[in-house]
């Protein structure tokens, strides 16, 4: 049987300028009043293995691929040229990138379980860099930076949060973060106004 969309998992690793800027309970907060459920935190100082196998052992050279793409039609948008030969160069230097950013301190890692977790949640986050992020999204509200100052300081883009990308990412990168007993199982009573049928057992 097909698993019911109120089940859906994703991963947010709330990243160490996060951390540093005194956002934790600001971007819980965000996830927790839509309605998602959370089934899993914890503090950690990644390593940079950590974060490579986050990156890299999810996407794989199809993420490298795709990161070093978007960062080329980024150039282009501005008329600039690529100083990279190849996407695929591109890309493995922004995962080198994102390790040091990643293992730089502590983050939070969590898991949101809710209808629709994983688009949910990337449409709370915000688009990869908070400058042109949609107001009303954490990225877009809380942080500034641009891929202008992340390429011309050689770093990765600095935008609070990491959340799984898709239902497929998720199912990965969940493992990685949390062992199976640190995942709780449990009813949380608001999944009744959000999720029952009938209703039943509001009125006396
Ligand atoms: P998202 O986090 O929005 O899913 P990606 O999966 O494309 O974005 O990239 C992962 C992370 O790598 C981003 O959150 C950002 O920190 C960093 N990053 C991506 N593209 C670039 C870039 N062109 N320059 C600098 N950092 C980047
Ligand atoms: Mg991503």
């Known amino acids: 049987m097909e698993q019911h969309p109120s089940k859906e998992r994703t991963l947010v690793i709330i990243k160490p300028d996060g951390v ?3 956002l934790i309970g600001e971007i819980v907060k965000r996830y927790e009043r839509v309605g998602l ?6 503090m950690a100082i990644p390593t940079r293995e950590m974060a490579i196998k986050h990156y890299y052992e999810v996407g794989g050279d199809a993420w490298l691929e795709e990161v070093g ?7 282009e948008k501005k008329g600039l040229q690529s100083p990279f030969a190849t996407n695929m160069e591109n890309g493995k230097a922004i995962m080198e990138a994102n390790a040091k950013y990643l293992s730089s301190g502590p983050v939070v890692a969590m898991i949101w379980q809710g209808n629709q977790a994983v688009a949910l ?5 915000g688009s990869t860099e908070p400058l042109s992020s949609d107001v009303g999204t954490i990225r877009g509200d809380l942080t500034l930076d641009t891929y202008q100052m992340s390429d011309l ?5 600095r935008n609070l949060i990491h959340a799984s990308g898709n239902v497929s990412e998720a199912e990965k990168e969940i493992p990685i973060w949390f062992e199976k007993a640190e995942i709780l199982n449990y009813t949380h009573l608001q999944e009744k106004i959000l999720y029952d049928v009938n209703l039943d057992g509001i009125l006396e």
């Open 69 to 75: 793409r978007k960062a080329r039609e980024n150039y």
């Open 37 to 42: 459920k959370l089934i899993g935190i914890k």
């Open 20 to 22: 540093q800027r005194s």
């Open 121 to 125: 949640v990337r449409k709370i986050t």
């Open 153 to 157: 300081d050689q770093r990765s883009i």
